[in-house]
């Protein structure tokens, strides 16, 4: 009986295998950028919050939906083709934008100056997917003071280690395809407030696959690190 029994859940097993999971057959890179200028993002810089998918706790995984509203000044930002918020979203220059858009990659929010309402030469990377969640191996972070609800934000970085991403499940096969994706934790801590621009959201890390990766190198050189993300 015991080894009928095996046998089934290896077929079970197998049969899921071929149904729609594989194992990652590309490489992707964990984007560090360096940059960071003294403007806010986040609840601040979008029209229109969807908070279908977000925690109704924390907020957690609720999506900015374009156009965005930042105080950027593009006269003073010449030289800086990618750049982080205060709030963590990634400002990327309209020529870098462009290149991406090569890839097939479409998830860019155009940007508006919050107050004249001028369109500015830059866009916000958004990711075209969520990552399943990372495997006990990875290392590099810790946690502190997570929503008991979803759970999803409260991880941190630490000093000088840096984090290293490994994914353990095999990924559905639509992850093949996609060239920025964000991973499921996020990083910070959500508060959701009244009035909502007063709300903070914790943020993914960003993953890119070798295009995109080569794309940002050639941009901003020393403003940007990589480091491989493993797929046991
Ligand atoms: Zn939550």
Same mark, same amino acid.
């Given at each position: 009986m015991e080894s009928l029994s095996g046998s089934l859940s290896n077929q079970a097993r197998l049969s899921r295998c071929n149904k729609s999971i594989f194992p990652m057959n590309k490489k992707m890179y964990l984007l560090t950028v360096k940059s960071q200028i003294n403007i806010y993002g986040g609840p601040n810089s979008?029209?229109?919050? =969807?908070?279908?998918? +977000? &925690? =109704?706790?924390? +907020?957690?995984g609720s999506v900015p939906v374009g156009p965005r509203y930042y105080n950027l000044n593009p006269d003073k930002l010449k030289k800086l083709n990618i750049f982080l918020t205060l709030d963590s979203d990634i400002i990327i220059s309209k020529q870098l934008a462009m290149d991406i858009q090569m890839s097939g990659n479409t998830q860019l929010d155009e940007i508006f100056h919050i107050k004249t309402k001028e369109r500015l030469p830059f866009y916000v990377l958004k990711p075209e997917k969520i990552m399943p969640r990372f495997s006990k191996d990875t290392t590099g972070y810790e946690r502190e003071n997570? &929503?008991? $609800?979803?759970?999803? =934000?409260g991880h941190f970085f630490m000093p000088k280690v840096p984090l290293k991403l490994v994914y353990d499940e095999r990924v559905d096969e639509g992850y093949n395809n996609v060239h920025v994706a964000a991973t499921w934790e996020l990083f910070g801590n959500s508060i959701l407030r $009244?009035?909502? =621009?007063d709300s903070v959201f914790a943020s993914p890390c960003f993953l890119v696959d070798e295009f995109i990766k080569n794309k940002i190198y050639e941009y901003a050189g020393r403003r940007v690190h990589f480091n491989d993300v493993s797929f046991a």
């Open positions: 979008a029209s229109f919050y =969807d908070m279908s998918e +977000g &925690c =109704d706790c924390c +907020g957690s997570f &929503c008991p $609800k979803c759970g999803r =934000d $009244k009035p909502f =621009d």
